[in-house]
């Protein structure tokens, strides 16, 4: 099921790997993936890894085509 969070286009900066897979209804593990393939644009903070708004939101919409 895509689109968990109840209000996805909020004023947030980044979202957590937990949070985007909840977003898009897969796995943390699925979102790593999709990082490690370079199919999600995602910033490393020490050992913190935050997937960019935009990035979210564009995923957001290819997936729901």
Known sequence: M????????DNRLAYSMREHADLMGVSERTVYAWIKSGKLRAIKIGRLVRIPHDAAMEMLEVERE
């Open 2 to 9: 895509i689109g968990k969070i109840d209000n996805p286009l």
